[in-house]
C-alpha cells in the first residue's frame, strides 16, 4: 500500500493494488478500495455537484473519473493512482444512494458481475 500526500491539505491517498490473479470478486475489490480511499466518493460528489449547477441534467461517471484522474495527476508526485473502471457502476450507484435527487442524472445499468 502506498501514500501521497498532495498540495491540498488533508489529501492522503491510499491505493491498493490487486494482482491480476485475484480471486475476489469486483464487488469484494471495490469495497476494499473504497474503504481504503473515501476521499474518491468524496471528490466525486463534488464533481458531480459542480457539474448539475451549472444546468446539466445528465452526468457520467466515465467523465467524472477522467475529470478526477486528470486533477489527481496534476495535484500529485509519487506512485500511480489508479481508478478501475470496473468500480464506475459501483460508484454510480452510491452517489444515487447518498443523493436520492441525482437519480435522473445518472444512467445505470444492471450489475453484470459481483
Known sequence: MASVQD????FVVYAVRQ???????IQARF???HRLNPW????LEKLTADYL??????VG???????????????????????NNSYRSRYARLLIQR????ESAFEVRALRAD
Do not use: C, N
Open 19 to 25: 494482482p491480476d490473479h485475484d480471486e475476489s470478486s
Open 31 to 33: 469495497e476494499e478500495f
Open 7 to 10: 498540495e491540498i491539505p488533508g
Open 53 to 58: 449547477k451549472q444546468g446539466a441534467a445528465r
Open 99 to 102: 443523493h436520492p435527487q441525482w
Open 40 to 43: 474518491v466518493l468524496t471528490a
Open 61 to 83: 461517471v466515465g467523465m467524472l473519473f477522467e475529470v478526477l484522474r486528470y486533477q489527481y495527476a496534476l495535484a500529485t508526485r509519487g506512485d500511480d493512482f489508479r481508478l
